[in-house]
């Protein structure tokens, strides 16, 4: 304990000692812990983006999309192939009715997607997704509109349209855009509504209404030529439980084609369990990679400390002729090694807390450095510490008094 | 009973050719109260002998006890553990850490003892205050004199209360005055009852010494008592070993080893060095055969 102490003591006086030095020793741990620490609070603030929209339309909200996902399946090739050919193809109007057939009671809503981009004037914003919907869509998502109102049954014929909030800022450059226009192909539509900012995510665009523009679909199905291009259809099964809902719209669904399920019928959670998984193991990679950064950063510390000790031979040979054990002189090169990396994974952990914040009001992305990064950074540091210090504290320890106290 | 023993004791360096027979059987036994000089020519084995004696160094052969204890054949750790509670090194070169204070330097060794801080400072500034340096407390080593420096090595020494001080050429790089300043400080630490062992190459600090010891070629030569205040006969025989130049010399640039004057003198050696080592082989052949 005492000698703890002392130890300690002496390794800030080394550092104090040579500071450019123990900077550039610092250095590599510092690089390293940034990225692993920005890496993984990016990756944590992602995730929880992703919870927030899992959970932004209620747990109970069905899901029914073309194409075959993989449900539960942590294989990171899968998950990749999940994410990045998301919904190719589209549902028919057959299958719309095969829904509203299965799923009686429960409310069903369709999303079709309209190719053509909105402008106004000259102006396009190719940001922008055109939905095609009915009046049950804020109904089915239990979002609230912000400024005016969602189109009603009757006014299904119209040509009004309710838009996301970055639509109202980013296109018309203001708030509250009620009542000008905007141009989708050849059609002229009024906007109506503006919808409560949604939950989003940049990886994940494609879930973002906030840029979507949601007009009616028969509008919609003009505009797309007659063609339905159905891209997903909303289910919100009211009393029945969700489980049996999705299990006889599977059925149902499966007559259509030919017994294969090429087709996908499941909870936003369940659909967004694949990018949760992907983000994951993502993170995972780009981290190990980082990782091998603080291990560069470990060696240079063994480093410098291998210098450090041939250079200060003499005062290992005092100090075992003073009457230092091998083991006392081990821990105090061990304490010194833990120490410099200690501090630069300090540094290192405040330089990315300013990186977070750099990120966060430079970017849509929400890093987040949650306790268990830091509390995990500081076992690794730690440890590299301990790895690195080994070697060049065993080396001091060995050394012989008498040839050491003469300086070699 | 002695405080030191030391019964044939030998210690070989290298390997084949160039093993070199540092210490030859030496035999020497050392009571507690005794200031032992050591003297002799370079390469005679006196920082061997010395090596041996701190425990900072292994005997090849022999044994070795000290206050009663074999220590010949200690384990490294218990070896710095007992140099920690028994033995005070003071060095030519003062050696004191250069980051740390004057009081830090001297509460060293206490604490590798285990002792707590408050207590260590206080024995540590009890100990300076003993060499008279207790306004120099908190200076750094580089901002002492070299007698200063010697005296900080010397509280170090001693703050550990150890049954025997070892002070090799103390006075080796300092000035007249310094020099007599540190040596009468050992001389008072002497008469405090502490046993003092010191390597010299100046006959004129056998005068502090209750007995003098010369060595050639790794053997003891002469031992004899000497009378304190007096240079020992031996030593001023030993001049030869400490070659001195004229100012004429100086001036010239002779060297001083060319200016030895003793050239015709007879070395005090009893038996060659060869004939040592081939001697020392075959006892050593017989104790392996044995």
């Known amino acids: 304990m005492i000698m703890l102490k002392n130890n300690i003591r002496l390794a800030f006086a080394s550092v104090r000692g040579a500071k450019w030095r123990s900077f550039l020793t610092m250095l590599g741990v510092i690089i390293g812990i940034v990225s692993v620490v920005t890496i993984f609070s990016l990756g944590e603030g992602i995730r929880r983006q992703v919870a927030d929209i899992k959970n932004q339309f209620g747990g109970d909200l069905i899901v029914v999309q073309p194409g075959r996902k993989v449900v539960n399946d942590n294989e990171v090739y899968k998950s990749i192939t999940a994410i990045t050919s998301p919904l190719q193809g589209s549902l028919t109007q057959k299958d719309l009715d095969s829904i509203n057939q299965a799923a009686a009671g429960a409310t069903v809503v369709p999303l079709t997607r309209v190719g053509a981009t909105p402008r106004i004037n000259d102006s396009n914003y190719s940001a922008g997704q055109v939905y095609g919907t009915d009046e049950k869509l804020p109904l089915v998502l239990n979002h609230k509109i912000l400024f005016g109102s969602f189109f009603k049954a009757t006014d299904l014929n119209k040509n009004s349209a309710v838009i996301g909030m970055t639509v109202a800022e980013e296109l018309f450059g203001e708030t509250v855009p009620v009542g000008r226009s905007l141009q989708i192909g050849d059609q002229s539509f009024i906007v109506r509504g503006v919808f409560e900012d949604f939950v989003s995510s940049p990886l994940l665009p494609e879930q973002d209404y906030n840029t979507a523009i949601f007009i009616p679909l028969v509008a919609a199905q003009k505009l797309n030529g007659d063609q339905s291009n159905i891209r997903l259809v909303y289910v919100k099964p009211g009393d029945h439980p969700t489980a049996t809902v999705i299990s006889s719209l599977q059925d149902k669904l499966r007559q259509n084609y030919a017994g294969q399920d090429d087709f996908s019928v499941m909870t936003q959670a369940q659909n967004l369990a694949q990018t949760d998984a992907f983000i994951a193991a993502l993170t995972g990679i780009i981290s190990a990679i980082a990782a091998i950064s603080l291990l560069v950063g470990g060696i240079g510390i063994m480093n410098t400390l291998l210098v450090t000790v041939s250079e200060r031979t003499r005062e290992i040979g005092i100090r075992k002729a003073i009457g230092a054990t091998n083991r006392q002189i081990v821990s105090q090169f061990l304490t010194e090694s833990i120490i410099i990396s200690l501090l630069g994974g300090i540094i290192g952990i405040a330089i990315s807390g300013i990186v977070n914040y750099v990120i966060r009001i430079t970017t849509d992305l929400t890093p987040v450095i949650s306790l268990e990064v830091i509390g995990l950074t500081s076992a690794v540091i730690i440890l590299i510490g301990v790895i690195f210090g080994v070697t060049p504290a065993v080396r001091a320890a060995r050394k012989d008094p008498i040839v050491a106290l003469r300086g070699y | ?290």
């Open chain 2, 1 to 290: 009973m002695p405080l030191i023993e030391l019964d044939d004791v030998s210690k070989v360096y290298g390997l084949g050719d160039a093993t070199v027979l540092a210490l030859d059987e030496v035999n020497l036994s050392i009571n507690a109260g005794e200031f032992v000089a050591v003297m002799g020519p370079s390469g005679s084995g006196k920082s061997t002998l010395m090596n041996v004696i701190g425990l900072l160094d292994r005997p090849s052969h022999g044994t070795y006890s000290l206050e009663g204890r074999a220590v010949a054949r200690l384990r490294p750790n218990q070896q710095a553990k007992a140099r920690r509670d028994k033995v005070g090194f003071i060095f030519q070169s003062f050696n004191l850490l250069p980051a740390m204070t004057a009081l830090d330097n001297v509460a060293l060794p206490l604490a590798y003892k285990g002792v707590f801080q408050t207590k260590r400072l206080k024995t540590a500034s009890a100990m300076l205050k003993r060499v008279g340096l207790q306004e120099r407390e908190y200076f750094m080593p580089r901002q002492l004199s070299g007698g200063q420096a010697q005296r900080v090595a010397i509280a170090r020494a001693l703050v550990n209360n150890p049954s025997l001080i070892i002070a090799d050429e103390p006075t080796g790089n300092l000035d007249s005055a310094a020099s007599r300043l540190v040596m009468e400080l050992l001389q008072d630490i002497h008469r405090a009852g502490n046993t003092i062992l010191m390597v010299t190459h100046n006959p004129e600090l056998t005068r502090f010494a209750s007995r003098v010891v010369f060595m050639h070629d790794g053997s003891i030569v002469s031992d004899e008592q000497s009378a304190i205040g007096e240079v020992a006969a031996g030593a001023r025989r030993s001049m030869y070993f400490m070659p001195r130049t004229t100012e004429d010399d100086d001036l010239a640039g002779v060297s001083a080893l060319m200016t030895s004057e003793a050239n015709d003198r007879k070395p005090v050696a009893v038996q060659s060095r060869q004939a040592k080592l081939k001697n020392y082989k075959k006892i050593k052949r017989a104790k392996a055969k044995r």
